[in-house]
């Protein structure tokens, strides 16, 4: 808990990403990016965490993120994702999607790319267009998806001004977040509790295949998607509920686990550590799931006793090997002492509304108007 | 009614000529509206206004400073956590406790002032600068006076130890010198300097002997001349006896040690000891406590609660709590001589020495312009269970009201409103009151924003709210022609009367287009289909449709009968569903039975004989077409089931 450093800012954070390493770097990530809510005036800022062993000349620990640069963002942030190394793109409540191009030579921020009502209400008796929020963005240089409370779903590319692809009222209910399942295919939760696959190579504008929550009708507010095998999906709900997925079979999610007294706002699995998951929620918690610990009973006991077999049988063995890995998130029975849960933020108070992890750290945003930061996730 | 204790301030609304314009006003939760108002026949039949514009008048200014959010902001947090902190805890552990809380508290206004000191450095805007620096002043003032208060009612430390406590609260507040002390030490030969007795005169004025007999060593190096008296003098000051904090020794022990120490001091001034230097012999005049030695150095001491500290310090050390207000009072007045009236600040602080708690709070929130800081100072000596007696002729008790008057001001801005709900929440008596009318005038500006406020309204079980802000929201998707968006909204409010407007409205657009639109949502109802009967009958028609479409024609007409038998279709939708039922009576196996084809034909009576006395001459032709068609449609098919039910059961 020692390097979990705060900073208030001001402003209430709806959305956190740290800036993707470049494929070569091993440092851990230097940047991240804010974006606010509910302010008289929201911006999209840029922030930079000093390196761990930094130590500015007068012996004080230079732990606290710096504000670089930040650009006025004309909504709320409703979701954030960066392009690339150098474009955010963020999604708003007037139902715009903009890219931010952040110049590193002089930290400014500008606007590079625009697209005015990507989503909007379109009123029958007068055909004039009203904004709707744009809830949840994907990126997939060049392509960015949206989707939004008007239950449109958009595929634009960052080079055009128009949209690639539309579909309209895909969901009679708001649309709340979107990941991208595989190449083509795109996965949204919707606010009554349902799961859809959306295939863009089909012209047809339905979804390919639908899971539900039964009966419930408990709104999703948040998706992702198992790094590497990307049949695991995991969501988070209204009611604080972890769901885990496999989108192979049955429309019924694998387990429910029992979490966050509130709405879980975001669900992430680690990028490079995907038996880490992260939750945060609306009762100001954010939690670290860790499962490592069976995993790696499991995988190492698979070495050892499989080993001498493993050249004759490689061919036999290698799904084995998957089978067991998965198992971790998918295993019927998540028992409590397989799963090792720590909150992460003492004493909370308010939502913690964003998390985001990359390599060995974390940041996080609130609504109580502060940035974590923990720099030695796996210390 | 009291009398009002000042003047209220005059605020000017801009653009209104005073005398000619007549005002309007309105009262709002945490602000007031004012126009210029245009009363009728005043101008002359003119109908414009005479001032376009409508002004805000705010009553807690200080809450819209954007510089002061970090300030709200973390102390919300220290707030929340008193609040839950075990009041269980025994004696000990809890003053502990509290004033831990107390130095969290002030922590953040210092954070807070060094932020605010840094943007005023940094900013070119003289206007900017000006508004900063006020603003660290008023900061500095404030955690003052707070470090006062919780020295004398948080820690209430004892005889003697009351006394160091009360010398930290100096050295840390008088700042000033500080500047002075740095230059004099990091200057190349410091006792050469022509501040350096000053600086020796401030260490001592502030009980710092180490640091006074450090810098008298470096002019007994410099100045041969003057060694044997700086020997003596380092002396004195080695022996001045001090109550440690951690010390055991007792009171009467010290001030015997103390009694010793005071006659060799005597004796050394009236020996002429010092006679040659002029410094040094007013620095022991001092030692002794002489009043008028320690007043010579007023401009060093800057403040009266300074003099009343350090002559505190060399007259009587274990100065008890309760003797504190007669030397305070008349620090005071030899400090200012009678020259200056006291300021307000002056006034805060000599409450506080007299321990008159309601007098500190009063005079704060007259003085200071936010509830911040009396609220939360107010919270915490009630904690201290130092308020119980008290009560006001109005509202419940100053504690609760303070916190109202503070959450009311959070629930006027655009962002903080958050804040204010945990305020609210710890008033027992309005709290709830106040957050009620509070919450649903939060502007719901999207559904995310939307759901944070409801979720605030359930853990509270306030039903009311939650409702209206479902309907709101629904309201909003129906106007948006979301239909299941707010379909979605009335089912978590559980509002039948909408759920049912919302199921007409899919039923028409179903007459209409003959399909149904959002299917992912209707065929998803489950038991919250049970909300409303339209609902229900919406879910079962839906279901009817599936049926059909899957080929199953019993099951379906079973259904389709029953929907209107059991009277769970609207009478309107029954002409609709006999037309449905055509396609099943012309299939060519007997779907219907005897006994259903005159549940059916009986249906259609009881229609057509509704009708047949208001409504005949307006049924246009093709309802009749219809009509007949169906009589039709049921003989046949009543032939038709007669005969193979007969076969039947002959076979």
Redesign the interface.
């Known amino acids: 808990m020692e390097d979990l450093c705060a900073k208030?800012v001001?402003?209430?954070l709806s959305k956190v990403r740290w800036r993707p390493a470049p494929a070569t770097a091993l440092q851990p990530p230097e940047l991240f990016a804010t974006g606010s809510?509910?302010?008289?005036e929201n911006k999209v800022s840029i922030w930079s965490v000093g390196a761990v062993e930094s130590v500015s000349p007068n012996g004080e620990y230079q732990g606290e993120p710096q504000l670089l640069c930040d650009i006025r963002h004309y909504g709320?942030v409703?979701d954030m994702q960066f392009l690339d190394q150098e474009r955010i793109v963020a999604a708003s409540?007037t139902g715009s999607v903009t890219i931010f191009r952040h110049h590193q030579s002089n930290q400014t921020l500008s606007v590079s790319q625009k697209w005015e009502r990507a989503h909007c209400?379109?009123?029958?008796d007068t055909s004039a267009c009203?904004g709707?929020?744009c809830?949840g963005v994907i990126c997939k240089n060049p392509e960015i998806v949206t989707v939004g409370?008007?239950?449109r779903i958009n595929l634009f590319r960052a080079d055009r001004k128009q949209a690639v692809r539309t579909i309209d009222?895909a969901?009679?209910?708001?649309l709340h977040a979107a990941t991208l399942l595989r190449t083509t295919e795109i996965l949204t939760v919707n606010?009554?509790?349902?799961l859809?696959i959306w295939d863009f190579r089909q012209q047809r504008n339905e979804p390919s295949q639908?899971f539900?929550l039964?009966?419930?009708?408990v709104?999703l507010h948040c998706v992702d998607r198992h790094p590497n095998q990307q049949h695991i999906v995991a969501t988070g709900g209204?009611d604080g509920m972890l769901s885990i997925w496999d989108v192979r079979q049955g429309s019924m999610p694998v387990s429910l686990l029992n979490a966050h007294d509130?709405?879980m706002w975001e669900v992430h699995f680690h990028p490079s550590n995907p038996d880490h998951l992260f939750t945060c929620s609306?009762d100001g918690s954010l939690w670290h799931w860790d499962t490592s610990v069976e995993v790696s009973e499991k995988t190492s006991f698979l070495h050892q006793g499989g080993r001498s077999t493993f050249l004759s049988h490689s061919a036999v063995n290698q799904p084995n090997v998957n089978q067991s890995v998965v198992s971790a998130w998918l295993s019927n029975d998540p028992t409590k002492d397989r799963m090792e849960i720590t909150n992460v933020i003492p004493?909370p108070?308010?939502?913690v509304n964003s998390v985001d992890v990359l390599g060995p750290c974390l940041v996080c945003g609130t609504?109580?108007?502060?940035i974590y930061v923990k720099r030695q996730l796996f210390a | 009614m009291e009398e009002v204790d000042v003047e209220p301030a005059l605020t000017l609304v801009p653009g209104v000529a005073p005398g000619r314009g007549r005002l309007h006003f309105q009262w709002g939760p945490g602000e007031m509206l004012v126009c210029e108002a245009a009363f009728p026949g005043a101008g002359h039949g003119e109908k414009g206004p005479g001032c376009p514009y409508i002004h805000v008048l705010r009553k807690d200014q200080d809450i819209h400073l954007h510089t002061l959010r970090k300030l709200f902001n973390e102390s919300h947090g220290i707030f929340v956590g008193l609040q839950r902190s075990d009041e269980e805890l025994s004696g000990k552990s809890r003053k502990a406790q509290l004033v831990g809380v107390s130095k969290n508290y002030r922590s953040v206004i210092r954070a807070c002032m060094e932020d605010m000191h840094q943007m005023a450095i940094s900013t070119r805007d003289p206007a900017l600068h000006n508004q900063y620096s006020t603003q660290v002043s008023i900061l500095s003032a404030m955690e003052l006076i707070w470090n006062l208060c919780e020295i004398l009612f948080v820690e209430v430390a004892p005889a003697g130890h009351l006394l160091l406590h009360l010398l930290d609260w100096v050295r840390l507040h008088v700042c000033d010198v500080d500047n002075m002390v740095r230059e004099v030490l990091s200057s190349e030969n410091p006792s050469k300097h022509e501040l350096f007795w000053n600086v020796v005169d401030i260490f001592v004025l502030q009980g710092r002997m180490e640091d006074a007999r450090h810098l008298l060593s470096k002019e007994a190096t410099a100045n041969p001349t003057s060694k044997g008296m700086c020997k003596i003098l380092d002396d004195l000051m080695k022996k001045m006896p001090i109550l440690g904090l951690g010390n055991t020794q007792t009171l009467t022990e010290m001030e015997l040690k103390w009694q010793h120490w005071h006659e060799e001091c005597q004796r050394y001034l009236q020996d002429g000891t010092f006679a040659s230097n002029p410094h040094m012999e007013s620095i022991c005049k001092i030692l002794l406590g002489d009043e008028n030695a320690i007043l010579e150095k007023k401009e060093l001491m800057t403040t009266w609660y300074h003099f009343l500290v350090t002559h505190l310090l060399y007259s009587h050390p274990a100065v008890k709590p309760v003797e504190l207000r007669f030397y305070a009072q008349s620090s005071l007045d030899q400090f200012l001589g009678g020259e200056n009236s006291p300021e307000p600040l002056d006034t805060i602080l000599m409450a506080a020495f007299e321990f008159e708690i309601h007098q500190v709070i009063k005079e704060c929130s007259i003085a200071l312009s936010n509830w911040w800081f009396v609220a939360h100072l107010t919270d915490l000596l009630d904690h201290c269970k130092l308020l119980q007696s008290h009560n006001l002729y109005f509202g419940s008790n100053m504690r609760e009201f303070l916190l109202l008057e503070y959450a009311s001001g959070l629930f006027s801005h655009h962002s903080l409103w958050q804040l204010g709900v945990d305020y609210f929440d710890h008033c027992s008596e309005y709290g709830r009151v106040y957050l009620e009318l509070h919450i649903e005038r939060i502007p719901l500006t999207t559904e995310q924003k939307a759901l944070k406020v409801l979720r605030i309204c359930e853990q509270r079980q306030m039903h009311e709210q939650v409702r209206s802000i479902c309907k709101i929201m629904a309201m909003k998707a129906l106007r948006n022609n979301r239909l299941g968006s707010a379909l979605s909204w009335s089912i978590r409010a559980k509002d039948a009367a909408f759920a049912t407007l919302i199921s007409d409205r899919f039923l028409k657009d179903y007459c209409e287009r003959g399909s149904f639109s959002d299917l992912d949502l209707i065929d998803n109802l489950g038991p919250s289909m049970l909300l409303s009967d339209r609902l229900t009958f919406l879910g079962k028609y839906r279901e009817f449709h599936r049926l059909y479409g899957e080929k199953r024609f019993s099951e379906a007409a079973r259904l389709l009968l029953m929907l209107m038998t059991a009277h769970i279709a609207p009478c309107s939708f029954w002409m609709t569903l006999l037309t449905d039922a055509l396609p099943l009576l012309e299939q060519k196996e007997v779907i219907f039975s005897a006994e259903q084809t005159y549940e059916l034909m009986r249906c259609l009576e009881d229609l057509t004989a509704g009708k047949l006395d208001n409504q005949k001459l307006q049924d246009d032709d093709i309802e009749t077409t219809k009509v007949e068609m169906l009589r039709l449609a049921f003989a046949r098919n009543l032939a038709r089931a007669i005969v193979k039910e007969g076969t039947l059961e002959g076979s």
Do not use: Y
């Open positions: 208030f001001s402003q209430k809510w509910d302010n008289e709320d409703m409540s209400h379109v009123d029958s009203g709707a929020s809830t409370e008007d239950g009222n969901d009679s209910s708001t606010s009554i509790g349902q859809k639908i539900s039964t009966g419930d009708r709104p209204q509130a709405e609306e004493n108070t308010l939502s609504d109580a108007e502060a």
